[in-house]
């Protein structure tokens, strides 16, 4: 019985990485539509956006089967517990995803704001592969590394935030590109914190602390 069980928590294991992976293509594609001023991101990205969807309900479906079925004991309890929970962050990394590509059209490729938004991303992005991989191989240092690394993304936020309130009291009439801008830099920003949420709930299936 305890085999099946360890079979099936792998298999959720298995599935989470999927998952973080759609996460990571969903972000990086974002990114890369953001440098590129494309017009038609939210085209490419959507699909991302429905397979992370169809792989929440897929995991949760999981994660219920195994808490009714196996009886886990209170370590496994609480990893199902944070796979729950972190399936829910991992969906909203993908809304968040699809919102920045409908965005990114109206932005453009160019200007100094693009280079620290994508430098954005790519912190986020590599947020949410550890705090994944740091679940998987139960690393408590690697979960901790994540939440500290938030501080580089809210540094960057700030610094965008202060050169776009320049760029309106300057120039007023950039005022409506520097807001998406801002809301791009925002999104980027908050799927950091999802990615600390997710940090924290395998802190939580370590020590039973949250």
């Known amino acids: 019985m305890r085999s099946r069980f360890d079979q099936e928590l792998e298999g959720l294991h298995h599935r989470l990485i999927q998952m973080g992976s759609l996460c990571e293509k969903a972000i990086s594609m974002s990114s890369e ?32 089967k195994l808490l009714l079925q196996q009886q886990p004991v209170a370590k496994d309890l609480r990893l199902i517990s944070a796979a729950l929970k972190m399936i829910t962050d991992m969906e909203r990394i993908g809304n968040m995803s699809a919102d920045i590509a409908e965005v990114v059209g109206y932005v453009g490729g160019k200007g100094s704001q693009i280079k620290v938004l994508v430098r954005m991303a790519e912190e986020a992005c590599l947020m949410v592969t550890r705090s994944v991989d740091a679940y998987v191989k139960s690393d408590y240092e690697l979960a901790q590394s994540v939440i500290a690394q938030d501080d580089v993304v809210d540094s960057l936020f700030s610094s965008v935030k202060k050169t776009l309130a320049q760029i309106i009291a300057a120039r007023p009439e950039d005022s409506e590109r520097a807001l998406d801008v801002l809301m791009i830099a925002k999104y980027y920003e908050r799927i950091a914190d999802h990615a600390v949420n997710i940090a924290s709930w395998v802190l939580f299936s370590l020590t039973g602390t949250h």
């Open 33 to 64: 539509a953001l440098e590129k001023g494309d017009t038609h991101a939210l085209e490419a990205v959507s699909p991302l956006e429905a397979d992370i969807d169809h792989m929440e309900r897929e995991i949760e479906a999981l994660c219920l």
